[in-house]
Structures are given as C-alpha cells and as structure tokens.
C-alpha cells in the first residue's frame, strides 16, 4: 500500500531564508504528484503538480522536484516570507483514478519576521 | 467562478442523528471526492466519483453515503452521526485527465456530541 511520508512535521525559519520541504513515498509508480497550501482553518490550495514524466514545476518563488525511482520530492521555497507560514501537504493518486489522493500529515511552516 | 463550495460551513449534530453535507462546483469538473482531516491521521479519502451515477468507496466509507445524480453536486451523507465522525470535511473536484490539479472547497467542520 503506498504510503506517504513528509518531513520535517514543523519547521520554523527567519524571513528570507531559502527553504526544503521534503515528501517520500514508497511506491514509484505514481502518476503525479501534488503540492498544497494549506492555511489555518481553510481548505486546501494547490501549488504545484509534476506528472511523472516530468522532473521539475515552478511557480514564483516555488519550485517542486520529482525523482520518482527514490520515492522522492522537494518543495523549495526562496526568500521565504512571513506570508509564506502554512503547513504544506503533498499528495500521490492511487488505485488508477487521479482524484483517489494519499496525502502526507504535513510540514507546519512559520516564517518568523 | 465559484469554484467547489461547501455548506454548512459548521455543524452540531447528536449521537444518531442524521445530516447531509453539500458539494457543489461550477467548473464542469468530472471528477469528484470527499475526504475529512483528523489531527494526527492527515486527510483520508471517504468516496469519490468519476461522472454522474458513478462513486466508488475511498480509505473510510463506513458510516457514509453518497450519490451523483448531476455533475456539478456530490452530496455526503451520514446516516446515524458517531462522535467518532467529529472532523472537518473536504469536498474536491478535478477534470478527468491529465493533469489531475485537485480543487478544494473550504471544508466543512462537524461536531458530533
């Protein structure tokens, strides 16, 4: 069964430092992988999605890496803002259809000003 | 538009009662799921749908029904309300290929007494 595994479960950094968000999974045969935003009490935002085929997303400040033979993926964060503070949650499909998500718990990111 | 909502925002149910919980989007989205979000246990997928009339069961079903007899609304159904079904519901949409993004609604938090 896959599993889906993200560390660290909290981080906290000073306003501008580059930062890793790391997500392991351990099954490779994945058809994409996302990354989400998620604020306290609201829903989820997507940021980034990487198909399998593909080894890198960006967006702004963003940019998510896929090495799929190693279970593994990297959210980077650069010149981390205050706005920034959230926990971030990745998340593979299973099972064939791409809206079955497994999720990872989650880093809680504070950007500290 | 509205992209996926969810209502009630906040529920207060009894032990046995019943209640619905509404999904709707408006992006002629085929794809449809419902998971809920528990400290510590992240989010697990309860039902999902690939097109109207058809649902599957996710990761935790039991104590839940759903139908789709429209394209634009996924309704989640309890049927006798458990204390152990206290959490906060998510409601997501997507297109049915690639590339999978997954839109969320702002949740819905239920507390079960």
Redesign the interface.
């Known amino acids: 069964k896959q599993e889906v595994t993200q560390i660290p479960a909290a981080l906290s950094v000073p306003e501008g430092e580059n930062l890793v968000l790391n997500c392991s999974f351990t099954d490779s045969a994945i058809?994409?992988l996302?990354w989400?935003r998620q604020d306290p009490g609201?829903?989820?935002?997507?940021l980034l999605?990487i198909?399998s085929s593909q080894r890198e997303q960006t967006s702004g400040r963003l940019n998510a890496s896929l090495d799929k033979s190693s279970g593994r993926s990297t959210l980077y964060i650069a010149a981390s803002q205050p706005g920034d503070s959230a926990t971030y949650?990745c998340?593979v499909?299973y099972g064939g259809?791409?809206?079955?998500?497994?999720?990872?718990?989650?880093t809680l990111l504070a950007v500290q000003p | 538009n509205a992209g996926v909502t969810q209502t009630p925002k906040f529920q207060v149910l009894k032990t046995g009662q019943s209640m619905t919980l509404q999904c709707a989007q408006d992006m002629n989205h085929e794809y449809m799921s419902w998971y809920r979000q528990d400290p510590g246990m992240g989010l697990r997928l309860i039902h999902y749908s690939v097109g109207a009339g058809i649902t599957d069961q996710g990761e935790v079903p039991n104590g839940y029904n759903v139908s789709r007899s429209t394209t634009e609304d996924f309704p989640l159904r309890l049927l006798s309300a458990a204390p152990s079904q206290t959490s906060v519901y998510f409601c997501a949409s997507s297109y049915g290929g690639a590339p999978g993004t997954q839109y969320f609604g702002p949740g819905t938090r239920l507390l079960v007494l």
């Open positions: 058809y994409n996302q989400f609201k829903g989820l935002t997507s999605l198909q949650l998340a499909p259809a791409t809206n079955k998500l497994i999720f990872g718990t989650g």
